[in-house]
């Protein structure tokens, strides 16, 4: 194998914006490319690592020892190491063996910008460049339609690794999922498919959301082109694709980002912001610009290799706060003395500009449980810049309210209700997600009271009303059928249960209240808006009901929506209405289909009686525990 040749894909130019924090594309020229110089195959190979005395390219082709394969170190005073090593092919396994200025000290790292790692756990980086020939064109031409905040957003989360496994309980790979995973989305009508953490992960039961390869596709499930190919496929079939991304921590594994070239080089060296003590993993230095053009460029890499059409920010409240999870004396005040963390403030603004500056059709969705104010207000308008904010509030709340017995609701309608006071201070996402659903709190079904029936009846109400509530949607895999059991990351869900009555009404109530949600404007022209909202009667405590419209732009497509929260019938109940047209029940959540016990209105008359402030009034029968549409 040749020594290590001279060469450089960074312009001086390249370095200026590196230096500065605002390379956004570091990805085209740190890592390992493979290239030709001089008619000569092999890989170019540069690191960031400032504080290196030495570092060398290790790995199958040099039996692993850094012999004569060490990196030339910039003369710019950039840190990088670089150089090109001909004969390095595709497929070549490599880590940086780096001793460091600080003591000596001796490290094998794999590379930061691999975009492809050995299956876990072993941990070597792996050289690749994938020559992946697209077919979503039409769906990248008009996805800034498909996935406006106008536009229905349902969205589906997924765990890949156990929505659903082979016989011998093996994980399905990328291409197996683009055909069963992307015909059952288009059959249940789900606009859009979240995915947890699919960078690459060295621990399991991490779920993901600890990473060490920020830019490679986990191997578990197959090669990068093959879950480029997943994506093309979902895109091929109307389906939108957002990632869970995690710029909030990362774990201190050994070949990973941690103490990388022998300081504190990617983590904030002090330790009160460089350490999450809930996670026991390291926290990025924020104020530091090379660290920035990192994150930002590994999120616009997603975007721009893979065609995402989002990304969901993990943990945005961890890194506002600097006293988050910090109890007093653990933590040092900003400059103004208050406990916000500018660093990590103006990274997110700036992160969210050029993600919307640079891609047009895509959002970032926050998952932030605090009052922060402005976390989905564009920058310029002095807010974060999010397209979306999980409403965390309006989750715990509802599930709180679900899991009381029937007869107690009443004496707690403030707590369904309360949601509506601030449900268009943000563009909020509605969800549940697997973080409802593990550690002891049950799945969704066993969180309802009563008895079998009622459950499932609760369940068909809950996701009823999640439906028809202002917002978009989240609903993490396995509750759009009921699933029994609490999420296990380590085995399939429980498909079999789709065979029986109840689970299947749960699963035809989710499908088609996505139908509905993509076919009535109402429901999400102006979702985030309080004019597409208005009560008709949120106070009938007595009898745990509440009745309000949803409104499009067009009067004519208006949907009113009747939640009864008791398993007593209420016949003979009284809207007012507005003036409208013929009245019609396009949705009713107790109908047989779904397992319900059949109480419809198969007519709907209007009277002019006054009603509720209204001049109009209709009288309807409410089923016991449901959701009632009408158009």
Not at 289 to 305: H, K, P, T
């Amino acid at each position: 194998m040749s020594k290590v040749v001279v060469h450089s894909l960074f312009s001086d130019f390249d370095i200026a914006l590196f230096k500065s924090g605002k390379h956004y594309r570091l990805y085209d020229k740190l890592g390992s490319h493979p290239i030709e110089v001089d008619g000569v195959k092999g890989t170019y190979f540069a690191v960031w690592a400032p504080s290196a005395k030495s570092v060398a390219v290790i790995g199958d082709f040099n039996y692993w020892l850094e012999g004569d394969h060490k990196l030339n170190v910039r003369w710019d005073e950039s840190g990088i190491w670089e150089g090109f090593i001909p004969g390095v092919d595709l497929g070549t396994k490599y880590k940086y063996k780096i001793i460091s200025n600080n003591q000596d000290i001796a490290t094998e790292k794999a590379d930061p910008f691999a975009r492809y790692c050995e299956h876990p756990p072993n941990t070597a980086s792996v050289v690749w460049h994938e020559n992946y020939k697209w077919k979503d064109k039409a769906w990248m031409g008009y996805r800034g339609e498909k996935n406006g905040l106008d536009r229905p957003y349902s969205v589906y989360e997924v765990h890949l690794g156990s929505w659903r496994r082979t016989k011998d309980n093996k994980f399905m790979s990328y291409n197996q999922l683009a055909e069963e995973l992307v015909a059952y989305l288009k059959e249940m009508n789900f606009t859009h498919v979240e995915f947890m953490p699919i960078m690459e992960y060295p621990y399991d039961p991490s779920w993901g959301y600890q990473l060490t390869g920020y830019f490679a596709p986990t191997s578990r499930f197959g090669k990068p082109e093959d879950f480029k190919l997943l994506i093309d496929k979902l895109h091929q079939n109307d389906i939108g694709v957002i990632l869970d991304w995690v710029p909030s921590h990362f774990p201190e594994d050994a070949h990973g980002l941690g103490f990388f070239d022998g300081s504190h080089l990617y983590e904030n060296p002090d330790r009160r912001k460089g350490y999450h003590p809930d996670w026991k993993s390291l926290i990025f230095n924020y104020g530091r610009n090379e660290v920035r053009a990192f994150l930002i460029s590994n999120a616009l890499y997603w975007l721009d290799q893979f065609h995402v059409d989002g990304l969901r920010v993990d943990a945005v409240a961890s890194m506002l706060y600097l006293d988050y999870s910090r109890e007093e004396g653990e933590w040092e005040p900003n400059i103004y003395g208050n406990n916000e963390n500018l660093e990590a403030i103006s990274f997110i603004k700036e992160l969210n500009s050029e993600i919307y500056r640079s891609f047009n059709g895509v959002q970032t969705i926050a998952e932030e449980s605090t009052a922060f104010s402005g976390v989905s207000r564009p920058v310029d308008l002095g807010g974060l810049g999010f397209g979306m904010k999980w409403m965390m509030g309006w989750m715990h709340d509802t599930l709180e309210y679900f899991k009381k017995e029937p007869v107690y609701r009443r004496h707690h309608q403030d707590d369904i209700t309360f949601s509506m006071t601030y449900a268009f201070t943000e563009n909020f996402m509605l969800p549940f997600s697997h973080d409802e659903v593990v550690y002891g709190k049950q799945s969704l079904l066993y969180r309802m009271p009563g008895d079998e029936w009622q459950r499932f009846a609760n369940l068909r109400l809950l996701f009823g009303y999640m439906f028809t509530h202002p917002g978009t949607n989240l609903i993490f895999m396995g509750g759009e059928f009921g699933q029994s059991s609490e999420w296990n990351y380590d085995h399939s869900l429980d498909w079999h249960l789709t065979e029986f009555e109840f689970h299947k009404g749960i699963q035809q109530v989710v499908k088609e209240l996505n139908t509905i949600y993509k076919t009535y404007p109402a429901l999400y022209e102006k979702q985030f808006s309080p004019e597409g909202f208005n009560w008709i009667d949120y106070g009938d405590y007595e009898n745990s009901v509440l009745s309000y419209v949803r409104k499009g732009h067009d009067k004519k497509n208006d949907l009113i929506v009747v939640c009864n929260f008791t398993p007593v019938v209420r016949e003979n109940y009284r809207i007012g209405i507005a003036k409208a047209g013929r009245l019609k029940e396009i949705f009713n959540s107790d109908d047989t289909i779904y397992g319900g016990s059949g109480i419809k209105n198969s007519s709907i008359k209007k009277d002019k009686i006054p009603y509720h402030g209204q001049k109009n009034s209709i009288e309807i029968t409410i089923p016991p525990l449901s959701v009632v549409i009408i158009s």
